[in-house]
């Protein structure tokens, strides 16, 4: 049977302490057919010295160079050049497990409504004992991330979400799993220690615990439709309260989205309608195919109540190829905005 191949990809930046363990812990895995993809993300110390002399010593370790461009750029910039059908990131200052690759693949292999797997954790460093993870669920995961970012995924779903956000610093990899899902998808959790997380003075786990306002400002423009159907609304600061504040607001304020079912691929456009143009850039919206026809209207809202049937709902033709969907939205008590949202190309 052929095994196939996996691309475990280490991004680096000024990683002279670590990235040698980290490189030896990939290389002692178990599973025969792998490739080691390494990206050296500007490292200004011997970072690029260390990785050049494991590459000399190991023909399965392949390694680039970029300009520093942040972790997202150079994930994407490895997978980019991977080989293997299955991906798995592997930070350089962390660790796995010799049978953590192996057991992955037995999952992604034998089940492919599978998307993502991960395994248990321990940390190391300035830091001891077991990473204890939440229950997994999706809608658990549209309020704070759940998985680590060395977790396996094919390399064909990378390619359908496009790759990590290069925007969202610090929590690429929550955005890229809330996009994977945003397809449906499973995830598992093998019952084994496969990651060795190095907790450090400035890594992620010691900062703050509290995501910047643009951070949640690119999720909700990223995956506004996810959050809609999780939370009934958009994700807040304040995340596991999300969908209580939705429900008040909706009291006040309801909005209504329909999307055809032939046109689901283009179901961000359509909740993007109330957006700013910053918004809509941001989600890489293809204007010169959409095109939204806006309505205002003087209509009384009684709270508790849906909206009555808006402008752009009349408009909308089921039958026509170009009518795509609409957004309805109750702006104040008295006032209703709606999109009509067309392809043109």
């Not at 599973?31 to 110390?45: A, R």
């Not at 790759?163 to 019952?191: A, H, Q």
């Amino acid at each position: 049977m052929n095994q196939k191949l996996v691309s475990i990809i280490i991004p680096a930046y000024n990683s002279e302490k670590y990235i040698e363990e980290s490189i030896k812990s990939a290389l002692s895995t178990k599973y025969s057919n792998f490739e080691i993809v390494i990206v050296n993300d500007g490292s200004t110390d011997n970072t690029q010295s260390i990785i050049n002399k494991m590459v000399s010593e190991n023909s399965v370790i392949r390694s680039y160079y970029q300009k520093n461009a942040g972790a997202s750029a150079a994930r994407n910039h490895a997978i980019s050049k991977a080989k293997g059908e299955y991906i798995l990131p592997l930070d350089s200052d962390n660790c796995i497990s010799p049978d953590y690759v192996g057991e992955a693949v037995k999952v992604l292999d034998n089940n492919h409504n599978v998307k993502l797997v991960s395994c248990e954790a321990r940390f190391i460093g300035e830091k001891s004992g077991k990473w204890e993870f939440k229950p997994f669920s999706i809608n658990k995961l549209c309020r704070r991330n759940l998985i680590d970012n060395c977790a396996m995924y094919r390399k064909i779903d990378w390619e359908k979400v496009g790759g990590y956000c290069n925007e969202i610093l610090g929590r690429e990899d929550w955005d890229f799993w809330l996009s994977l899902f945003e397809t449906g998808g499973e995830f598992v959790r093998l019952p084994i220690v496969g990651l060795y997380y190095r907790v450090r003075s400035n890594s992620k786990r010691v900062q703050t615990r509290h995501l910047h306002k643009n951070i949640i400002d690119a999720l909700n423009a990223r995956h506004k439709p996810l959050f809609y159907k999780e939370l009934n609304g958009k994700l807040y600061y304040q995340r596991t309260y999300s969908s209580v504040i939705n429900r008040i607001i909706n009291w006040f304020k309801p909005e209504n989205v329909h999307v055809q079912k032939n046109a689901l691929d283009y179901e961000k456009y359509v909740y993007a309608a109330n957006e700013p143009e910053t918004v809509k850039d941001f989600i890489k919206v293809p204007r010169q195919k959409i095109h939204y026809i806006r309505y205002e209207e003087k209509r009384f809202h009684l709270p508790g109540t849906k909206i009555k049937q808006s402008k752009a709902m009349k408009m909308f033709e089921p039958d026509n190829q170009t009518h795509i969907g609409y957004y309805e939205e109750q702006t104040s008590l008295f006032k209703l905005k709606s999109y009509l949202v067309l392809r043109t190309g």
